[in-house]
């Protein structure tokens, strides 16, 4: 988790410069003067699309059969794909934020088997045309907590559970559709970095991750790391635009399963607030 230590370092670094930039007698809990575009809200919502490059690898036993560790994107065919994203944030009071995430991801493709794999037990040889798909659901439950917020922006805390179900199959002429499945919930903490240099723009930096170790969860074994930068420009209050570069590297485990995904790339979307 050497990344997620760099990141959370990073997003300190960038506080304590909001901090010292603040007036020395400014009171932590007075409500900040002048406000920026976009600040004053009880609910935002943010949809947007993804356009995310992936890195994925996935093993399957079954019958005493080690799998084969297929790659999605040089064994399979499969490359850049768009996703929409829905992110909801509920604000009770200044310094605290309830965070729901939804983002469905669906991979597919069809392609002629260039090196022999072996999928839940079945071989599939060189030049056997198979279709192959991959189905992410993915949900984020989180709080967030203000430790410094100031009329210029803030630094805060997350704590979260990020739910993942991952459906991964092969469906061959000559065989039978070949699934296999993964779920389960990754608990994690986070830092969230941000900044106006601009009364109307908003810099944010936000990690969050953790890792699950094996047989924590009947078996089951996770880990990830999610980083997120991005620029909103707030038209008006009630209504900005955003864009950034989301990463996202995911790993998870239970039993004769193994699924590594990596999605990076760039995304934008709106943001409505009441």
Same mark, same amino acid.
């Given at each position: 988790?050497?990344?997620?230590?760099?990141?959370?370092?990073?997003? /300190?670094?960038?506080?304590?410069?909001?901090?010292?930039?603040?007036?020395? *007698?400014?009171?932590?809990?007075?409500?900040?003067?002048?406000?920026?575009?976009?600040?004053?809200?009880?609910?935002?919502?943010?949809?947007?699309?993804?356009?995310?490059?992936?890195?994925?690898?996935? @093993?399957?036993?079954?019958?005493?059969?080690?799998? =084969?560790?297929? *790659?999605?994107?040089? *064994?399979?065919?499969?490359? +850049?794909? $768009?996703?929409?994203?829905?992110?909801?944030?509920?604000?009770?009071?200044?310094?605290? $934020?309830? $965070?729901?995430?939804?983002?469905?991801?669906?991979?597919?493709?069809?392609?002629?088997?260039?090196?022999? +794999?072996?999928?839940? !037990?079945?071989?599939?040889?060189?030049?056997?045309?198979? =279709?192959?798909?991959?189905?992410?659901?993915?949900?984020?439950?989180?709080?967030?907590? *203000?430790?410094?917020?100031?009329? $210029? !922006?803030?630094?805060?805390?997350?704590?979260?559970?990020?739910?993942?179900?991952?459906?991964?199959?092969?469906?061959?002429?000559?065989?039978?559709?070949?699934?296999?499945?993964? @779920?389960?919930?990754?608990?994690?903490?986070?830092?969230?970095?941000? /900044?106006?240099?601009?009364?109307?723009?908003?810099?944010?930096?936000?990690? =969050?991750?953790?890792?699950?170790?094996?047989?924590?969860?009947? !078996?089951?074994?996770?880990?990830?790391?999610?980083?997120?930068?991005?620029?909103?420009?707030? /038209?008006?209050?009630?209504? !900005?635009?955003?864009?950034?570069?989301?990463?996202?590297?995911?790993?998870?485990?239970?039993?004769?399963?193994?699924?590594?995904?990596?999605?990076?790339?760039?995304?934008?979307?709106?943001? /409505?607030?009441?």
């Amino acid at each position: 988790m050497t990344c997620l230590r760099q990141y959370l370092i990073t997003a /300190v670094a960038l506080a304590a410069g909001l901090t010292s930039a603040a007036p020395a *007698d400014a009171q932590l809990f007075a409500p900040p003067p002048n406000l920026p575009v976009g600040e004053d809200y009880k609910v935002e919502l943010f949809g947007g699309l993804w356009n995310a490059t992936p890195d994925m690898t996935i @093993r399957s036993d079954e019958f005493g059969l080690v799998g =084969s560790e297929i *790659d999605f994107s040089r *064994d399979l065919g499969i490359g +850049i794909e $768009r996703f929409g994203e829905l992110r909801l944030r509920l604000r009770p009071a200044r310094k605290h $934020r309830f $965070r729901i995430d939804y983002m469905p991801m669906e991979f597919s493709a069809q392609t002629t088997v260039e090196q022999r +794999i072996v999928f839940r !037990g079945i071989s599939y040889d060189i030049g056997l045309p198979v =279709s192959s798909s991959l189905t992410w659901n993915a949900w984020r439950f989180g709080y967030e907590y *203000d430790i410094i917020h100031r009329s $210029r !922006g803030y630094f805060g805390i997350i704590l979260e559970a990020k739910y993942t179900d991952i459906e991964a199959s092969l469906d061959a002429a000559s065989f039978a559709r070949e699934f296999t499945r993964a @779920r389960g919930p990754i608990p994690a903490i986070g830092a969230i970095v941000k /900044v106006y240099p601009l009364p109307m723009l908003a810099l944010t930096a936000e990690v =969050s991750g953790l890792k699950v170790p094996n047989n924590t969860l009947k !078996g089951f074994e996770g880990g990830y790391i999610d980083f997120d930068l991005s620029a909103t420009l707030n /038209v008006i209050e009630n209504l !900005g635009v955003q864009v950034g570069y989301r990463s996202l590297d995911l790993n998870v485990s239970s039993n004769d399963e193994a699924v590594a995904l990596k999605l990076d790339g760039i995304y934008f979307g709106a943001l /409505v607030r009441f």
